[in-house]
């Protein structure tokens, strides 16, 4: 046996980008935050060669995690073809040499930005969320230092004044889409942007959520099979968007969210956000066999466990 | 060009990136090496910015990036954080480095003496309009006069030796060992209040514009801290490491380094008063940045900073690459948080989901 037999290949970067002391601090940290769900588990964060505010954050859990046996799916606002997804995912490929899909159900690690899929994940698959905002707090308490401490007392009161004051004020909260939720009864977790209709799928979810921030250097995680609960008040609860009456164009698909697309004359078409669903919704209407995953939402928008949304939408 | 609802994204990304190299013409040795050579103060502030002292990576980076300065310093950044850390270098002393301009504001003479040294501060800020006409403009030749000592006493000693500054140093770092042992900014993330070593760091790598703009904003009056330049450096610097196995110190080459003190009274709030020192150093050579950033280190260590001088408030804000990154990112499309938002708009206009409870309790 030869030296040169044994030694890999020499290469330009490590397998996956990040040497390996960067992913061991990574999984460390994430072994951490799964232990600890919902609390901010501040790590080193490396530069990596896309812009802060871009995935990265995502992108270094995602690539401390990808095993040359995953299958990767990359979706931007639920688009698998929107360029910043499609420039993450040629990243991993590139790096990895893994197979890549937009298949929900084919992935075994979805990387995402504002969206969760529609198709139910399964404890074999992993999530990583991108998240701009890593504390919820900042919109009542700009110092991250301070927050810290907040998180530490379990202190939340002034998100709850600004839900009230929200509705005295405007008769609506306002938060739109990152909407605080309650994880395992004790931290309180930005979601990352998700729309509100995508919150209650992180509730008993099967599957492991990992959210990171790369610029703020803070991850976190709702393990599966966790109780995450949007903030709410008994008489006036969380409402998901109302998207009532909404189809999709093509394939005329309910109770999915759906991207608004303004028309001339002051109109709106609908298309599903979730463009791998929706690309096999298409297949499908041309007679070929296609698998289709159960949804979290069914076709008038009930949520599968029943109950957990008081509010109607 | 497609953006996102178009199929193709791959596709899109190759020929905008395309169209880019057309508009900016082609990477040639020569530029780079042009760039290299007579942008100094420029590759300078990517390296410094960029933390990674690489003249010609800088000036591949600035060459790559059509000179966008903050595409630049990711370029590097990026790059450092593949590269494994082999050693720890010696601390730099500021007594044995290199001097070539060395000048305080505190005093008409100081201990070593004021050295000018290579500077454009009193030059008359006029266009050489002539150099557009000639293939080169010659500059009068300096001839060598007095040989310029190896090294400067630090004005500090001689406040110090007076009872000026407060008196103990704090215990300085000498071996690569303890170079080894110090907080890392890199290897771990900041947590306010940061180490010293750490705001250090984090103001070395800062923006220099962000820092412009806070130290300005203090110079203002906004937390005014009324400072005095107490010595500002531009230097030479040897890069010492210890042969792994002999220990044996030797150079692995030299960088440009600089450094600016300013000291002042009162703001330490201690009776009778003393001076505070603020410090701050970089690699490159970049006298505006230090001369804010030393300021910011005084301001940022008050007992009740300005709000925009705290230091989790300077730090944060003045990291180049996390601020142009999520700067542009508001550029990526955000159509699934605005429709979340319009819905919210939708229901407040049309009443409320407040308003059947509200009508109970008005009934």
Not at chain 1, 7 to 27: C, G, H, I, S, T
Not at chain 1, 212 to 221: F, I, M, P, V
Not at chain 1, 274 to 294: C, F, H
Not at chain 2, 236 to 250: R, S
């Amino acid at each position: 046996m030869k030296l040169e037999e044994l030694a890999f290949a020499r290469q330009d970067y490590a397998y996956a980008f990040l040497d390996e002391f960067a992913k061991r601090e990574l999984r460390r940290k994430i072994l951490k935050a799964i232990a600890i769900p919902g609390y901010q588990v501040p790590y080193a964060s490396r530069e990596v060669p896309m812009a802060r505010g871009w995935g990265t954050g995502g992108l270094q859990v995602s690539l401390a995690l990808i095993g040359q046996s995953d299958t990767v799916k990359v979706i931007d606002q639920g688009d698998d073809d929107s360029v910043n997804a499609a420039n993450l995912r040629r990243f991993i490929a590139r790096m990895t040499g893994v197979k890549t899909t937009t298949d929900t159900l084919a992935a075994s690690l979805i990387q995402s930005r504002h969206r969760i899929p529609e198709e139910m994940l399964n404890e074999r698959q992993v999530l990583v969320l991108q998240v701009p905002m890593p504390e919820i707090l900042s919109s009542v308490q700009p110092s991250y230092a301070l927050a810290r401490e907040m998180h530490s007392d379990g202190d939340y009161a002034l998100l709850w004044l600004g839900l009230y004051e929200d509705l005295v004020k405007y008769r609506e909260v306002s938060y739109g889409a990152d909407y605080p939720v309650l994880v395992n009864g004790r931290y309180v977790m930005a979601p990352s942007p998700i729309p509100r209709f995508d919150t209650p799928k992180l509730h008993q979810a099967a599957h492991l959520t990992l959210l990171s921030a790369g610029r703020e250097k803070r991850l976190y995680a709702v393990p599966p099979y966790t109780n995450v609960y949007p903030l709410e008040f008994e008489d006036v609860p969380f409402q998901i968007e109302d998207q009532r009456g909404w189809v999709d164009a093509s394939t005329g698909a309910t109770g999915k969210f759906m991207s608004e697309i303004p028309q001339d004359g002051g109109s709106s078409s609908y298309q599903l956000s979730d463009t791998g669903l929706k690309q096999k919704l298409e297949r499908q209407m041309t007679g070929e066999q296609v698998e289709i995953g159960a949804t979290y939402f069914d076709d008038d928008t009930n949520f599968y466990i029943a109950g957990f949304l008081k509010g109607s939408s | 060009m497609a953006y996102v609802a178009a199929r193709g994204g791959e596709q899109a990304i190759q020929n905008s990136e395309g169209l880019y190299r057309i508009l900016n013409g082609d990477l040639t040795r020569q530029n780079i090496r042009a760039i290299e050579q007579h942008m100094p103060y420029l590759v300078d502030r990517v390296m410094g910015e960029g933390s990674l002292y690489a003249p010609e990576l800088a000036a591949l980076a600035l060459a790559q990036t059509g000179g966008d300065l903050y595409e630049a310093v990711l370029l590097l950044r990026a790059y450092r954080s593949t590269q494994p850390r082999l050693f720890y270098a010696l601390p730099i002393s500021s007594e044995k480095t290199i001097v070539v301009r060395r000048i305080s504001a505190a005093f008409k003479d100081i201990p070593g003496g004021q050295i000018l040294g290579p500077t454009l501060d009193y030059s008359h800020r006029v266009l050489k309009l002539e150099a557009l006409e000639t293939d080169s403009i010659q500059e009068p030749k300096l001839e060598t006069k007095n040989p310029a000592p190896s090294s400067y006493p630090k004005l500090t000693d001689w406040q110090r030796e007076v009872g000026l500054l407060a008196g103990e140093l704090e215990p300085v770092v000498q071996t690569s060992r303890e170079v080894a042992a110090l907080p890392d900014i890199t290897r771990e993330p900041p947590v306010y209040p940061a180490p010293r070593a750490q705001r250090l760091q984090a103001l070395a790598r800062a923006d220099t514009g962000g820092i412009l703009t806070l130290g300005y904003s203090n110079m203002r009056g906004y937390g005014g801290i009324h400072p005095t330049v107490n010595e500002v450096r531009l230097a030479y610097a040897e890069v010492q490491l210890e042969h792994p196995i002999t220990g044996a110190v030797f150079s692995a080459g030299r960088v440009r380094v600089s450094s600016a003190e300013v000291v002042t009274p009162f703001s330490s709030g201690k009776t009778p008063p003393e001076l505070s020192l603020g410090f701050a150093a970089c690699l490159g050579w970049n006298e505006t940045k230090l001369i804010a950033a030393s300021m910011l280190d005084i301001a940022m260590s008050l007992p009740n900073p300005h709000p925009a001088h705290s230091e989790e408030f300077v730090l944060s804000h003045t990291e180049p690459v996390e601020a142009s990154g999520f700067c542009i990112h508001y550029k990526l499309p955000h159509y699934v948080t605005f429709s979340s938002d319009l819905d919210r708009v939708r229901k407040a206009q049309a009443g409320g989901s407040l308003q059947p409870e509200l009508e109970e309790v008005t009934a």
